[in-house]
């Protein structure tokens, strides 16, 4: 049995106020076993969500450089030192508004494996290539180019662009049917792969899709700012199992 990998991505969305709100919340709620949560703030306030309880950190983003002159950019190795146990890579955001290319993020994975980290590799088609009856093809040829040569120790989130920050969230089964297609593509270099889903998951739809076929975890972005509501839907995960 996989436990579940529920990760907050809180993006560019709270302020110092906020992490402090979160944190007041978060540690008085009972602990929830048999599940890893992880929060991903943004890079500045990595240092104030350490020992928050019974949470692991993760970062937004990574440089694809070592070390250097890179003004802005922030190592895997950097990311270490804060704690991080787990990296965002090639989240659709950054694909579009920073034009990360797959290779781009293939080269960030490795930085990030190679600093020790876990990345979490991020996929998913637009809404007008789904349309066109195509986004199987292009998922499976962003996960095989954005993973090359990766060693075993990685995660895939399938977050398909037009159910990000929509409302408008995949069904389970059309997110189930991508994710064992994923793991399928992959299954001989990574037989143990997490394939989270991301998209509008929200406390009550987040159950749909952990107890689904083949989503290991979920990755969330608006519902996750909010401690209760990440709470929430961390115990249905824990429901799900
Ligand atoms: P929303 O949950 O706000 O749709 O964001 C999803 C996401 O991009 C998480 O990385």
Redesign the pocket.
């Known amino acids: 049995m996989i436990t579940p990998l529920i990760i907050a991505?809180w993006?560019m969305a709270i302020d110092a106020d906020g992490v402090e709100a979160f944190k007041a919340t978060w540690n008085a709620k009972p602990s929830i076993h048999g599940i890893e949560a992880v929060v991903a703030p943004p890079a500045p306030y990595l240092p104030l969500v350490q020992g928050l309880s019974q949470l692991s950190l993760c970062a937004q983003n990574v440089s694809e450089n070592e070390q250097g002159a890179h003004t802005g950019e922030v190592a895997a190795s950097m990311l270490t030192d804060f704690g991080c146990q787990y990296v965002?890579v090639g989240?659709?955001?950054r694909r579009q508004n920073q034009g990360e290319t797959n290779a781009i993020v293939a080269q960030k994975a490795k930085r990030t494996q190679a600093a020790g980290l876990i990345p979490v590799v991020?996929v998913g088609e637009p809404s007008h290539i789904r349309s066109e009856g195509h986004a199987t093809s292009y998922v499976r040829d962003q996960v095989l180019s954005s993973c090359e040569d990766l060693a075993e120790d990685l995660v895939i989130?399938y977050?398909p662009v037009w159910?990000?920050?929509?409302g408008e969230a995949a069904s389970a089964q059309v997110a189930s049917e991508m994710h064992l297609d994923i793991k399928a593509v992959l299954a001989d270099r990574y037989p143990e792969l997490r394939v989270l889903y991301?998209?509008?998951?929200k406390p009550d739809n987040c159950a749909a899709f952990t107890m689904a076929t083949g989503i290991d975890g979920l990755?969330?972005?608006?519902?996750?700012l909010s401690a209760e509501s990440f709470w929430n839907i961390c115990a249905s995960a824990k429901g799900a199992e």
């Open positions: 991505n993006k965002l989240h659709s955001e991020c989130a977050e159910a990000i920050g929509s991301g998209g509008s998951v990755l969330v972005g608006g519902a996750s």
